[in-house]
Nanobody, 123 residues
Framework: QVQLVECGGGLVQPGGSLRLSCAAS????????GGWYRQAPGKQRELVAA???????NYADSVKGRFTISRDNAKNTVYLQMNSLKPEDTAVYYC?????????????????WGQGTQVIVSS
């Protein structure tokens, strides 16, 4: 059974940085596109960043220039480096995988959602 485990969240001041990690057990990341999503209280889950099997990336306009998605296939892990964090970045962050970048962007995902990791940006 595939399990996605996100970690790295926490409380950070505005302007700070965090690095999120997503490890997959039971699925080899290298064969899939990956994505980071977030859900703020009272809002729908939204795509933050996506990465293709070949390493191409796509970002939501709200995080362009501040967030960087990357992957380490040897470690079966996808990362999200978040810099210049803002209070509006506060949310639970989740990862998931798709068969293609387009699938990730369209929400055609292959796994159940994990527990996510909470990010709180506050002074």
């Amino acid at each position: 059974q595939v399990q996605l485990v996100e970690c790295g969240g926490g409380l950070v001041q505005p302007g700070g940085s965090l690095r999120l990690s997503c490890a997959a057990s039971g699925r080899i990341f290298s064969g899939y596109a990956g994505g980071w999503y977030r859900q703020a209280p009272g809002k729908q889950r939204e795509l933050v960043a996506a990465i293709s099997r070949g390493g191409s990336t796509n970002y939501a306009d709200s995080v362009k220039g501040r967030f960087t998605i990357s992957r380490d296939n040897a470690k079966n892990t996808v990362y999200l480096q978040m810099n210049s964090l803002k209070p509006e970045d506060t949310a639970v962050y989740y990862c998931n995988v798709g068969s293609s970048m387009g699938g990730v962007i369209a929400g055609l995902l292959l796994e159940s959602w994990g527990q996510g990791t909470q990010v709180i940006v506050s002074s």
